[in-house]
């Protein structure tokens, strides 16, 4: 009986696989090793410009040096050439309007600094504790609240997290730990899997939770020894990955979701609102049916941080909050995302209200 059970399940799993391959584009840039793809990353706002056939006046100096510039093959062959207002490139283009400071806009919108006990742990909600592996990103998104970050004052390797780790396991309050960044999985997977095996040997540690863009830009780096990791830890694995627009999902991207979510680990999704890219009620609608059709789930839609250099990507709540109402009309209850901001000093992130 078991092996009937067996044999049937491997003959799904075998079918999934086979039906994941038959996803994957059959183009040069699936054959480059994700560590290869972020060395052959786009570092320079002329150099995309050119490979999308814009002028190159289009991007400035003085933001790109501030935040360098750092765009995947992968991502920017999503892009459409000639298009200026591309929902992909304005996330990541670095813009004039970055370099002209707006009252209100600051280094640390969130008050990191402060919620900071060790360097590389905050510790903001209860029962959570998010962990800043690294300071590498897989892009660099322009409107992104660690723009700021001192990432110099990150742990950098297994024996630098050692006392963030001691402080989780002398806290049994935290049953959950965020791998967070920067982006985890820009680690190799010998430092990732050490991580993952020391926080899993803390009893009272239950979930570990991953938020990360990497599936979305570098679909390659979701590898079985990757999701080995994962699925070898007692602790629960749940994803959350960061994708702002239904056009950053295409199949290689898919493929690799779908391939973490076949080896039962839940993948959700977090999109940041922002004007340009996604503060359209077509955009959004599409977003999350494109995420459910493949079994993400849409997650948080966050109100944009008011982080110094990301003040043009900002949309009213008022504005947000209409989107909202409109989107919860037309797609499943399942599907809706939930509409939040941080306030500094809360213990929770807090749904955006009238
Ligand atoms: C967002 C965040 C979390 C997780 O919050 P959830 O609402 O559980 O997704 C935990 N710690 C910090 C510091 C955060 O910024
Ligand atoms: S991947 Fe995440 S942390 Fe890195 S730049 Fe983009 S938004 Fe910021």
Known sequence: MDEILTTNRQSVRAHQEAASRELQPADAAAEVSWQQAMRLAVR?????????????????????ESFPVFVPLEFLSRMQAGDRSDPLLKQV?????????VEGFVADPLAEASASTLP????????RALLVTTGACAIHCRYCFRRHFPYDEVPKGAAAWQPAV???????SIQEVLLSGGDPLTLVDPLLARLVASLDAIPHVRRIRVHTRLPIVIPQRITQSLIEIFRSARATTWFVVHCNHAAELDSATLASLGRLI???IPVLNQAV???GVNDSLEALERLSLRLVDHRIQPY????LDRVAGAAHFEVSEATGLRLVEQLRGRIPGYAMPQYVR????QASKLPVVY
């Open 342 to 345: 941080e306030i500094p000093h």
């Open 300 to 303: 948080y839609l966050h109100q």
């Open 93 to 101: 283009l670095a813009a004039s309007e970055e370099v002209s400071p």
């Open 262 to 264: 076949d080896a039962g």
């Open 44 to 64: 320079d706002s002329a150099e995309l410009c050119r490979r999308l056939k814009l002028p190159e006046s289009l991007g400035n100096t003085a933001a790109a």
């Open 166 to 172: 001691d402080r989780i396991a002398a806290d049994d």
């Open 273 to 275: 609102l922002l004007r």
């Open 120 to 127: 590389g742990l905050l510790h903001k909600y209860p029962g």
